[in-house]
């Protein structure tokens, strides 16, 4: 079974500073990590992907975000918040059996001035 | 390179009539996957199809049906609407290989009334 977890619904910070958000993962077996971005009335935009190469995978927009094993965790991550980022972002996991994703609730990014 | 193309964007129906929206994916694509998104479940994963075949189906009621054809554009279809059904509906497409990562079009905004 999978499923995933993200820490936070909402966060906030100002422009310029860094970004964090934080998502943990279950999975029976080797997964498959992504972050998706959906702005308002939007679809859902692929940020990057982890499928078992790099543990630090680098994205669009300067996010990225590290996989780590021993703490189940795929936390994304921005050097500096800018106000196009303001949006809601999922983590998502899936197997290479299941042909499904298992989305997070999401956390609202909200970006000050 | 075009993208996912659900139609129709906004649908209003009365509770108790059916609806049926329509997915075309990325040109080569063969998997489609639909999703509903709500504020109070989030997305949740209804099924997916690759090669005109369902490989995946989440829990949802019978009520809820889909098919692919064989150009891969695939469609899905709610009878007997109820109030609970309103709901943002997104269509995903990939390669079909589990692992690939997918490509949400902007969603179809049912709403039952």
């Known amino acids: 079974a999978q499923s995933v977890t993200q820490l936070d619904s909402h966060v906030s910070v100002s422009e310029g500073t860094p970004v964090l958000l934080r998502c943990n993962y279950s999975s029976s077996y080797s997964p498959s990590l992504f972050w998706y971005v959906q702005h308002p009335n939007k679809g859902l935009q692929l940020l990057l992907k982890?499928?078992?190469?790099?543990?630090l995978v680098k994205g669009i927009n300067g996010f990225e975000a590290e996989f780590k094993k021993s703490e189940t965790s795929f936390h994304l991550t921005k050097p500096s918040a800018h106000m196009s980022d303001a949006a809601e972002y999922f983590c998502v996991v899936t197997t290479g059996t299941t042909y499904k994703y298992i989305f997070g609730t999401g956390t609202r990014l909200k970006v000050l001035a | 390179k075009a993208g996912v193309t659900q139609t129709p964007r906004y649908l209003i129906k009365t509770r108790g009539q059916q609806v049926t929206l329509s997915c075309s994916p990325i040109?080569?694509?063969?998997?489609v996957s639909w999703y509903q998104q709500t504020p109070g479940q989030g997305l949740q994963f209804l099924f997916e199809?690759?090669?005109?075949?369902?490989?995946n189906k989440g829990n949802f009621p019978g009520r809820f049906s889909g098919r692919q054809f064989s150009n891969s554009r695939s469609e899905m279809n709610v009878s007997t609407l109820e109030l609970g059904d309103s709901a943002l509906y997104l269509c995903a497409s990939s390669l079909g290989w589990g692992e690939d990562e997918a490509f949400f079009g902007q969603g179809t905004r049912l709403t039952v009334v």
């Open positions: 199809y690759f090669s005109e075949t369902q490989r």
């Open positions: 982890y499928t078992s190469a790099a543990t």
């Open positions: 040109s080569g694509h063969r998997s």
